[in-house]
């Protein structure tokens, strides 16, 4: 089964307004989500759909009220998430961070107390389609073990990097877990009833396991070796304590629903004009990009490219515990979704 990314749009938006969800707040949250099945992120596109639902269900996103700008300077701002939906808060923090960077160069905005956003890069393309660098950093709740150790105490920890070009061939972005894969890849493989990879995750003995669900119990490995699990480290502290945000194993409701977010995130965007200038900037990126495609080089944002024409022709697949959920989901609020399907 499968559904096309209109119908996709379509769905995400038709039942997050019976669930209560603002209009305004449905578009962007149906937008991010189509992004990542459209980029090929399937960990965390429309199968990440119903953890959203269970949170709304159990009044961890709230769909009364708005994020809050606690405290600001011209080039920082802190912002209160106040449990909405995290693909809402993160967007209107990082045109924040944008407005910022267009006027002192650089815009740096920290968020707690907000909610799971799905894809880190949605985000950071927002800054470079408008000529600027985005970096998005999370912290999530735990699932990666410290090196050496055996116990989950760090998250995911994804970082994202989007760089502006001036050929409309290129889209540079790099958009990742600091965990060899992302917890969805485990979420995913569990729903489906499918293996991990080896050498992806340790059970909670820290034995190697290709079983998702003993995966989930343990944890999941960092990218890298130490370089990965330092990053992670550092990305805890940075969208943690720095945000007024949670730190290892305080960090929650990332990925379970039924418990209050605690995690932060870190929004930095750098605009080129005030440093070598954009137009320079982007002439050698550009030339850089070109000297790596002589050499049959892979573009960070390539993968993302190809991705997006695949998904455009052949749809996003819903495999059958997924739509099973959405059905479910839908009826509660007295829909029917079965036309947005294809076999
Ligand atoms: N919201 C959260 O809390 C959270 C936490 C962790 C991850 N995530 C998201 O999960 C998604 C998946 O992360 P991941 O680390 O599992 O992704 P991944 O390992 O599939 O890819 C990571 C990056 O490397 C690129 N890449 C990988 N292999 C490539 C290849 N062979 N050729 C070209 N490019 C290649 C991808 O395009 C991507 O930019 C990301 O969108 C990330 O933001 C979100």
């Given amino acids: 089964m499968k559904i096309s990314i209109d119908n996709e749009r379509k769905l995400i938006e038709e039942m997050l307004i019976a669930y209560g969800v603002k209009q305004n707040e449905a578009n962007i949250v149906a937008e991010v989500i189509t992004d990542g099945d459209l980029k090929g992120f399937s960990t965390h596109g429309l199968g990440r759909f119903p953890q959203y639902i269970k949170s709304i269900q159990a ?71 408008q000529d600027m ?77 290709t079983d998702p669900e003993a995966g989930l119990e343990g944890s999941i490995l960092p990218f890298g070796g130490f370089k990965g699990y330092a990053l992670a480290f550092m990305f805890e502290l940075l969208a943690g304590p720095l945000v007024s945000a949670a730190c290892g194993e305080e960090v929650q409701g990332t990925a379970t629903p039924d418990v209050m977010c605690t995690k932060g995130d870190l929004l930095i965007v750098i605009n080129p004009e005030h440093f070598a200038g954009s137009m320079q900037f982007k002439f050698y990126v550009d030339q850089f990009v070109r000297e790596i495609r002589e050499e049959n080089g892979v573009i960070p944002g390539d993968r993302e490219i190809e991705n997006m024409n695949i998904t455009m022709e052949n749809g996003v697949p819903v495999d059958e515990a997924l739509h099973q959920q959405l059905t479910e989901m839908a009826q509660e609020k007295g829909l029917d979704i079965q036309s947005y399907f294809e076999e």
Avoid: Q, W
């Fill in 59 to 129: 009044g961890t996103i709230k769909l009364e009220g708005d994020y809050e700008i606690e405290k600001e300077t011209a080039a920082t701002a802190m912002i209160n998430g106040n449990h909405k939906f995290g693909h809402y808060v993160t967007v209107k923090a990082m045109d924040l961070a944008v407005k910022k960077a267009s006027e002192c160069g650089v815009g740096i905005v920290g968020i707690h107390d907000s909610n799971h956003y799905g894809i880190a890069g949605f985000y950071a393309d927002l800054a470079s389609v």
């Fill in 133 to 209: 660098i985005g970096i998005v950093i999370s912290n999530t709740e735990p699932a990666m073990a410290p090196f050496g150790g055996k116990k989950a105490l760090l998250g995911t920890n994804p970082i994202t990097i989007s760089i502006p070009t001036d050929d409309i061939h290129n889209y540079i972005c790099v958009d990742m877990a600091t965990s060899i894969t992302a917890r969805g890849k485990l979420l995913e493989s569990k729903r489906k009833g499918e293996p991990i990879p080896e050498g992806m995750a340790l059970d909670k003995d820290g034995k190697p396991t």
